[in-house]
């Protein structure tokens, strides 16, 4: 899908959302967006920010006490590990731009990723220590952004997936957006694939970090790094508010200051990963992927929206170049405009 600040401009749908079962991919499918849920939460926080609720430079043990005192490692080898105290405690900036010295994930998260209750999760991560100084390296972190949802929790007084649900999907109308699909979401639910062992077809797999079944809310926890399921033309209503500076169809979701911190290079200079607040940040672009191979960027120079959605944990053959080729097709006919 491309789109502009206020409308759609091109929709095209290829392939099949169940190969075996000859089930061609419909406009309306559903996807585990995965990763594409960090920009999502990291808005989320802006949001408080703007309310002047939240500082990104407070440390975070200022909204979740049980980060006091936490240590990072100095040295470690098979047998020993030296801890000492970081240069200074990991902040709201670091866990939004992975340079907190957190993980990817804490060893209670294995193998699924949403079994545990976020209150539980993030005291999990601050029992152990940091991997490095906070703003020394980057290092994509699953656990700093579920800090970040839990920081909201603790300052708006309201579950993470109900603030979600009531300041950003709600009213941006993304209906098809959630952490636990129904029945009917799920029967859309396009099928997850794999190359298969020769390399040259596919075969179907499934989403081996989520519990199943994925209706479940008795079991299955929201994750704010990556839970969230949802439809391309939900995913492109949020970017189209990015792309507006905070705003759409008249309501103001984000100040245009917050817009523009979140989506700009926030990580150190000296490093090499440029990443804002829960995006990718790029030259006049942010942008997010998900870890099946969805993806959702935001042009501000060209003023475009750009929306991919595949369920693939990897392609045979050229399939991976099939992005690209999209991006470059739209801005060839939308680029200008």
Known sequence: MVASKDKVLAVA??????IAGGKSMPENAMFWIASQSKPMTATALM???????????????KYLPEFKGQMVIAEKDQEHVLLKKPVHPITVKNVLSHTSGLPFASPLERPTLDLLPLADRVHSYAALPLEFEPDSKYQYSNEGINVAGRIIEVVSGMPYEEFMQKRI????????TTFWPNEEQVSRLAKTYKPNAAKDGLEETKITQLLHSLTDRTKRC???????????????????MILNGGTLEGRRYLSGEAVKQMTSRQTPPDLKDSYGFGWSAGEGSAGHGGAYATNMSVDFKRGLVFVYSVQHAGF??????????????????????
């Open 169 to 176: 999907f709600d009213p941006l109308g993304m209906k098809d």
């Open 13 to 18: 749908k290829v392939g099949f959302a169940d």
């Open 316 to 337: 045979p053959g050229a399939g991976g170049k099939a992005q690209d080729a999209f991006r470059k097709a739209a801005i060839a006919l939308f680029g200008a405009q």
């Open 47 to 61: 949001m408080l920010v703007d309310e002047g609720k939240v500082n990104v430079a407070d440390p975070v043990e």
């Open 222 to 240: 929201p994750m704010p790094a990556g839970g969230l399921f949802s439809t391309t033309q939900d995913t492109a209503r949020f970017c189209q």
